[in-house]
């Protein structure tokens, strides 16, 4: 029998998350992380940083080429960055 007081470990670590309003910093994070799951082995392979500021996500490529074709398809890649972390983290991807 529970005490009224017992909980899972994972729900401690959620009642952690929670009280210290960790959530948006850990989903940024994993946004972050999905970043090659997403665009694929090849554009990985060019980005030099990633970070995310705000509701932006900032990218430096090493190819021109590269950060071109990636602003035609920068509104397809922000749904599924988004949608990798089940939450709307970004609005914009700046590519340097």
Known sequence: MKK??????GEAIQELI???????????A???KSWE???GELISKHTEKIFVK???LYVKLDSDA???????ARTKLI???NESVKSEIISEIVFL
């Open 4 to 9: 009224s007081n017992d909980q899972t470990l």
């Open 18 to 28: 929670k009280t210290y309003r960790l959530e948006d910093k850990l989903n940024r």
């Open 30 to 32: 994993r946004l972050v």
């Open 37 to 39: 799951s997403v665009t």
């Open 54 to 56: 705000g509701s932006k």
């Open 66 to 72: 590269l950060k071109n074709e990636l602003l035609y």
């Open 79 to 81: 749904k599924m960055l």
